[in-house]
């Protein structure tokens, strides 16, 4: 006589699956497991691409909106048409005249190459100090240049010409300096 | 535990469920391969016996006709029980009139060497249900062997080697 716990125990570790089949689901696991990496690897570089592409767009929307902002305020400023405090003929000469600026006041290398510069006064630019110069073309016609150091979050602000209330703004960057240019309408 | 033994553990836990080597052969592949989708590797006998006995539940018992048994609750643990000598074929179709729960009560104590509490834990019933399972299945394979040795004039088969 065996008892029956033996006896069980004996049958069921006498039956197996066929090594063959045992094999092709220990494969099957491995081959689905290379699979959902496969899947996780491509999923993670999506993800990826789609967390790039927003703060892409996001900055670019946060730079379009400071830029909206600036020719707002830029030509709020023009239209007031405001006589200068300070008559210069130079650049140094108003910068030296302007000694509460950060920053050394400079001509830009790039245009206005045609105006004269007729003097300036201090005004601000999103909050921070800037010179607010009067310049004039050789037709006759003047312009309010605006000049502050370029630091954050105006650093971040690209090159933009735009139109606003019939007047022209133009904005760019050189050496460290932020300018923007308006012409057009006002001075009444 | 390599892969291949922890499969094969995983075969014979369903073959103790299904009574059946082909329901437990695709019972076995789809607990394998849920237990690695779900967790990956490394994850040992009892995710294993828990996944197959999910499945098991899903797939199998639905179909088939619930079996309402009142089963008495033993507090202490039975007594193995003696059984004649008796060969495979004959020992597979015992297995096969058990009540599911019987035979895999059993699987699990004399096969796997768990003990009640931890077959409770696994199958979700109490302790004394477990033990009472045991004693059922025990019974019942020793009474069907005496009665094939009964048939057969006493002679006592030696299972296939």
Known sequence: MSSVDRQVRAFYEDQGLPAARAQEILERARRAKAHRRRRLVVAVAAALLLFAAA??????????????????????????????????????????????????????????????????????????LAAQLKVRDGAGQTATLYVTELTPPLEGLPGTRRQLDGISIEVWSEDGLLYALATGRPTV | MEDLDLLQAGYRYALSLTGNSAEAEDLAQQGWLRLHERYGAGKGRGALFTTVRRLFVDRYRRSRRVELVAIEDLQHEPEDVAMPQTDWVDLERLLAGLREKEREALYLHAVEGYTAAEIGDLTEQSRGTVLSLIYRARLKLASGASGLGAVAGGASKEPPR
């Open chain 1, 55 to 128: 703060a892409v767009l996001r900055t670019a929307s946060q730079a379009r909106a400071l830029g909206d902002r600036v020719a707002a305020e830029v030509a709020m400023n023009h239209k007031k048409d405001l006589d200068v405090e300070i008559a210069a003929a130079t650049y140094p000469e108003l910068g030296t005249a302007l000694d509460k600026l950060n920053f050394a006041l400079a001509a830009p290398s790039t245009k206005l190459a045609d105006h004269r510069l007729l003097g300036g006064r201090y005004c601000s630019i999103q909050a921070q």
